[in-house]
């Protein structure tokens, strides 16, 4: 990493509301939306055209880094477009120009070849946009190989190594929303050319992926992939299933055909949440944005890069090496994670056996509302047998397990008593988020103020899951989805006939647990 990135200064446009403005185009102004941010046409960006494939005319975007002269090969990153942008729009919304100054390697950005719009199969089988003549844009040929758009990418690629010296083991693709959707299209026919590929914004639907019958589409085999889904993503209307759904199905394909282990490395850095699968094969990345539309964020490119493809080649046999990356695929090193109505746990990436199971307990406020109720507040409640475990405390029950008392590492000496929000610190007093609950012969406290007052810790808690670090992360809504599933027992499917697996609504799950406990309580 002996070159040095450079932000380089840009004219806000905050009144410019368009999707792609064109005044953008060889030009300072950068647009900003919630994370998604451009930055100033790159000056080194050269607009190309030419017959590649086909007969047919089309036009692409070329990055040559100022160090590059010639002398050794250098890899190759395929940018593809997001629907109704360009190849230079996908230059000025990610970072790859900037990661390639960096690195040394050269960018490509090719443009859909009609109406800004990838032939992608599928795309317009549920929904046609009105904003759209999607007469001639929803044929797509039922044999991949008359695919236009496919051939010429693949040309493209061809193109390159024949104008520029690059090495045939590490050339990697990217893609936003329908671009991640041509970009896995081309990972199932073509993934074989490449030695990673990722993607931000659209998920596959799930009839592209498997048969009626649970059986794999895929031509190409095996490839490392990055997912990146952010949070508010959403999924277009008229589609037949949802967004946890098709993310999931998503991950599982890349999953089998990388012979992954089905239990993840997790880390949550501020806003990124990031699972980590090994595969025997091939790796797979499963990226969640916290509070992020839409889109992807200017940085992506440096975290596939960082996290993955710097340590990535495919060989001429076909498989792929890994060597070292710039940051390691590991989880966070000190990180637990409870949700509701199961014994699980996650605990330093692992799943662990609770005593008995986390309870969902709310705070409620009674006086001055004439036999009413508000609910003040929300808390999942875990043994203190887990949180002696995970703190390394000491812990000590009275004989009826009414009470308990635990010695901190640090000394702190505590008491808990059933029925009472106060837990008693050295000779203090202090009250808790909630009052402490008796199940199963323990004690139930809540898990969130324990771990930021008592330990210091920070705790998030998205979708009914609480994950709790030594460091700033803030968990995310599909981060909160893979591990409810896996703490439930689900971390890969029997079969791939997704239609019918079995949801696990967070709702669901907990009108069940509160009829239990009310019962056995």
Same mark, same amino acid.
């Given at each position: 990493?002996?070159?040095?990135?450079?932000?380089?200064?840009?004219?806000?446009? $905050?009144?410019?509301?368009? &999707?792609? +403005? @064109?005044?953008?185009? %060889? *030009?300072?102004? =950068?647009?900003?939306?919630? /994370? !998604?941010?451009?930055?100033?046409?790159?000056?080194?960006?050269?607009?190309?055209?030419?017959?590649?494939?086909?007969?047919?005319? $089309?036009?692409?975007?070329? &990055?040559? +880094? @100022?160090?590059?002269? %010639? *002398?050794?090969? =250098?890899?190759?990153?395929? /940018? !593809?477009?997001?629907?109704?942008?360009?190849?230079?729009?996908?230059?000025?919304?990610?970072?790859?120009?900037?990661?390639?100054?960096?690195?040394?390697?050269?960018?490509?950005?090719?443009?859909?070849?009609?109406?800004?719009?990838?032939?992608?199969?599928?795309?317009?089988?549920?929904?046609?946009?009105?904003?759209?003549?999607?007469?001639?844009?929803?044929?797509?040929?039922?044999?991949?190989?008359?695919?236009?758009?496919?051939?010429?990418?693949?040309?493209?690629?061809?193109?390159?190594?024949?104008?520029?010296?690059?090495?045939?083991?590490?050339?990697?693709?990217?893609?936003?929303?329908?671009?991640?959707?041509?970009?896995?299209?081309?990972?199932?026919?073509?993934?074989?050319?490449?030695?990673?590929?990722?993607?931000?914004?659209?998920?596959?639907?799930?009839?592209?992926?498997?048969?009626?019958?649970?059986?794999?589409?895929?031509?190409?085999?095996?490839?490392?992939?990055?997912?990146?889904?952010?949070?508010?993503?959403?999924?277009?209307?008229?589609?037949?299933?949802?967004?946890?759904?098709?993310?999931?199905?998503?991950?599982?394909?890349?999953?089998?055909?990388?012979?992954?282990?089905?239990?993840?490395?997790?880390?949550?850095?501020?806003?990124?949440?990031?699972?980590?699968?090994?595969?025997?094969?091939?790796?797979?990345?499963?990226?969640?944005?916290?509070?992020?539309?839409?889109?992807?964020?200017?940085?992506?490119?440096?975290?596939?890069?960082?996290?993955?493809?710097?340590?990535?080649?495919?060989?001429?046999?076909?498989?792929?090496?890994?060597?070292?990356?710039?940051?390691?695929?590991?989880?966070?090193?000190?990180?637990?994670?409870?949700?509701?109505?199961?014994?699980?746990?996650?605990?330093?990436?692992?799943?662990?056996?609770?005593?008995?199971?986390?309870?969902?307990?709310?705070?409620?406020?009674?006086?001055?509302?004439?036999?009413?109720?508000?609910?003040?507040?929300?808390?999942?409640?875990?043994?203190?047998?887990?949180?002696?475990?995970?703190?390394?405390?000491?812990?000590?029950?009275?004989?009826?397990?009414?009470?308990?008392?635990?010695?901190?590492?640090?000394?702190?000496?505590?008491?808990?008593?059933?029925?009472?929000?106060?837990?008693?610190?050295?000779?203090?007093?202090?009250?808790?988020?909630?009052?402490?609950?008796?199940?199963?012969?323990?004690?139930?406290?809540?898990?969130?103020?324990?771990?930021?007052?008592?330990?210091?810790?920070?705790?998030?808690?998205?979708?009914?899951?609480?994950?709790?670090?030594?460091?700033?992360?803030?968990?995310?809504?599909?981060?909160?989805?893979?591990?409810?599933?896996?703490?439930?027992?689900?971390?890969?499917?029997?079969?791939?006939?997704?239609?019918?697996?079995?949801?696990?609504?967070?709702?669901?799950?907990?009108?069940?647990?509160?009829?239990?406990?009310?019962?056995?309580?």
């Amino acid at each position: 990493m002996a070159n040095r990135v450079i932000l380089r200064a840009g004219t806000p446009n $905050d009144e410019n509301r368009d &999707y792609l +403005p @064109e005044a953008i185009k %060889g *030009s300072d102004m =950068v647009v900003n939306e919630n /994370g !998604n941010n451009s930055q100033p046409y790159p000056e080194r960006l050269l607009e190309c055209t030419g017959v590649l494939a086909d007969g047919l005319e $089309d036009r692409w975007y070329v &990055y040559v +880094p @100022e160090s590059y002269d %010639g *002398s050794k090969a =250098v890899p190759l990153v395929v /940018g !593809n477009h997001g629907g109704l942008m360009t190849g230079w729009g996908h230059a000025i919304y990610t970072s790859w120009t900037m990661l390639a100054d960096r690195e040394g390697f050269i960018c490509v950005f090719p443009d859909a070849h009609q109406a800004r719009i990838w032939q992608v199969e599928g795309m317009f089988k549920d929904h046609k946009p009105d904003f759209l003549d999607t007469d001639t844009l929803a044929f797509v040929p039922d044999d991949y190989r008359e695919n236009h758009d496919l051939n010429f990418v693949k040309a493209l690629i061809e193109e390159m190594k024949k104008n520029y010296n690059i090495d045939e083991g590490r050339i990697f693709m990217q893609g936003m929303s329908a671009g991640n959707l041509f970009t896995a299209q081309f990972c199932r026919y073509y993934g074989d050319i490449l030695a990673g590929a990722a993607g931000s914004g659209g998920p596959t639907q799930l009839d592209m992926l498997f048969t009626d019958d649970g059986k794999i589409k895929n031509v190409a085999g095996h490839l490392p992939v990055w997912q990146a889904r952010p949070e508010t993503n959403g999924t277009p209307p008229g589609r037949p299933y949802g967004e946890p759904m098709l993310n999931r199905f998503n991950r599982f394909y890349w999953m089998h055909l990388n012979e992954c282990e089905v239990l993840p490395k997790i880390t949550i850095i501020g806003e990124n949440n990031i699972a980590f699968y090994s595969g025997k094969k091939a790796d797979v990345v499963y990226h969640d944005i916290k509070n992020r539309d839409h889109g992807q964020t200017l940085d992506e490119a440096f975290l596939y890069w960082d996290y993955m493809f710097s340590g990535l080649r495919r060989e001429k046999d076909g498989s792929i090496t890994k060597t070292k990356t710039y940051l390691p695929q590991t989880g966070d090193e000190y990180a637990f994670a409870v949700t509701a109505g199961t014994d699980k746990a996650w605990f330093r990436n692992e799943i662990v056996t609770m005593s008995v199971p986390a309870v969902k307990w709310q705070k409620l406020k009674y006086h001055g509302l004439n036999g009413g109720t508000r609910v003040r507040g929300e808390y999942i409640c875990v043994p203190l047998s887990f949180l002696a475990m995970v703190s390394g405390a000491e812990l000590e029950y009275s004989e009826d397990t009414l009470t308990a008392r635990m010695t901190l590492k640090d000394g702190r000496k505590l008491q808990f008593a059933r029925g009472s929000i106060g837990c008693a610190i050295d000779d203090d007093v202090r009250s808790m988020y909630c009052e402490a609950l008796h199940r199963g012969g323990e004690l139930l406290v809540g898990i969130e103020w324990f771990s930021r007052y008592l330990l210091g810790l920070q705790a998030s808690e998205c979708s009914g899951v609480v994950y709790v670090t030594d460091h700033f992360a803030t968990l995310s809504n599909n981060m909160a989805d893979l591990i409810h599933e896996m703490l439930f027992g689900k971390l890969f499917p029997d079969n791939f006939r997704y239609m019918e697996y079995e949801e696990l609504p967070f709702e669901t799950c907990e009108s069940v647990r509160r009829a239990r406990w009310s019962l056995e309580n």
